[in-house]
T-cell receptor, first 112, second 110 residues
Framework: DAGITQSPRHKVTETGTPVTLRCHQT?????MYWYRQDPGHGLRLIHY???????DKGEVSDGYSVSRSKTEDFLLTLESATSSQTSVYFC???????????FGAGTRLSVL | GENVEQHPSTLSVQEGDSAVIKCTYS??????FPWYKQELGKRPQLIID?????GEKKDQRIAVTLNKTAKHFSLHITETQPEDSAVYFC?????????FGGGTRLMVKP
């Protein structure tokens, strides 16, 4: 499945705690993305990266930060989790000028 | 930015019938339109895509049509089977960026 691994796959946390989700790829693709999926909203872009240390905001970036210190890893951090951030988070990758995005298996996050 | 609307949100068909899902987009600069299928608890998987220089593309029982003038594109599934039951997402964009529609839950009744 396109060499994308998300961890953890499931997480339950409490409001106000920090949470970091990891996306790891073995495809050496330049672009990496974090989406959240909520019923009725499809997939909404949180942040994306177009290279090491090159990141930008997406449609729903408030409350989230990202980092990419090496090509294969893209981290999503919720500095202080809120119940509204309960969601399924998908990482995706694409190669430069290729447009096609391949998705990881997702992380189900519950913030209580 | 791009805005993609998808209809219907749910669609129920009898096995063997055809299913059509429609999407509209707002940005005339968008040139890439993929469709993803997501089974329950699984990741979205690309099933077919089309670029703006093509009006129609087929792959066995699925086809996608694109009308650039009207800014809409559609997914057609013929001879539906129970295993076609899933949520389908359209997307529009290009330049390594995509905006997704809200999804259509397709139910194929045996």
């Amino acid at each position: 499945d396109a060499g994308i691994t998300q961890s953890p796959r499931h997480k339950v946390t409490e409001t106000g705690t920090p949470v970091t989700l990891r996306c790891h790829q073995t495809e050496n693709h330049r672009y990496m993305y974090w989406y959240r999926q909520d019923p009725g909203h499809g997939l909404r872009l949180i942040h994306y990266s177009y290279g090491v240390k090159d990141t930008d905001k997406g449609e729903v970036s408030d409350g989230y930060s990202v980092s990419r210190s090496k090509t294969e890893d893209f981290l999503l951090t919720l500095e202080s989790a809120t119940s509204s951030q309960t969601s399924v988070y998908f990482c995706a990758i694409s190669d430069l000028d290729a447009d096609i995005q391949y998705f990881g298996a997702g992380t189900r996050l519950s913030v209580l | 930015g791009e805005n993609v609307e998808q209809h219907p949100s749910t669609l129920s068909v009898q096995e063997g019938d055809s299913a059509v899902i429609k999407c509209t987009y707002s940005d005339s600069a968008s040139n890439y339109f993929p469709w993803y299928k997501q089974e329950l608890g699984k990741r979205p998987q690309l099933i077919i895509d089309i670029r703006s220089n093509v009006g129609e593309k087929k792959d066995q029982r699925i086809a996608v049509t694109l009308n650039k003038t009207a800014k809409h594109f559609s997914l057609h599934i013929t001879e539906t089977q129970p295993e076609d039951s899933a949520v389908y997402f359209c997307a529009g964009g290009g330049g390594n960026m995509l905006t997704f529609g809200g999804g259509t839950r397709l139910m194929v009744k045996p």
